[in-house]
């Protein structure tokens, strides 16, 4: 899932590559609302995953938001 969110962000939520990384928290990653919108509407209709906005925000860096989104997956699977 990680690879997934990093390329949701690079990609169609169109923040710069440098600093979606792991480690890094939302804020450096350049993360904000749209980014976050446009990552669960992805979510939603690639993955049929339907998490909150405020759910993927709360996480502190990249990969614990992919993990948190993982959890989600594996609970509703």
């Known amino acids: ?3 997934t969110v990093i390329h949701v962000l690079t ?3 169109a923040l ?3 600093p979606v990384t792991p480690g890094a928290t939302l804020a450096e990653a ?3 609302s749209m980014a976050v919108a446009i990552l669960a509407m992805i979510l939603e209709e690639d ?3 339907v998490i909150r906005e405020s759910e993927l ?3 502190s860096t990249i990969a614990e938001l992919a993990e948190f989104i993982e959890g989600h997956r594996r609970a509703t699977a």
Request: glycine share 16%.
């Open 1 to 3: 899932m990680l690879t």
């Open 30 to 32: 350049g993360v904000d």
């Open 47 to 49: 993955h049929g995953l």
């Open 57 to 59: 925000s709360a996480t």
């Open 11 to 13: 990609h169609k939520a």
């Open 16 to 18: 710069p590559a440098g």
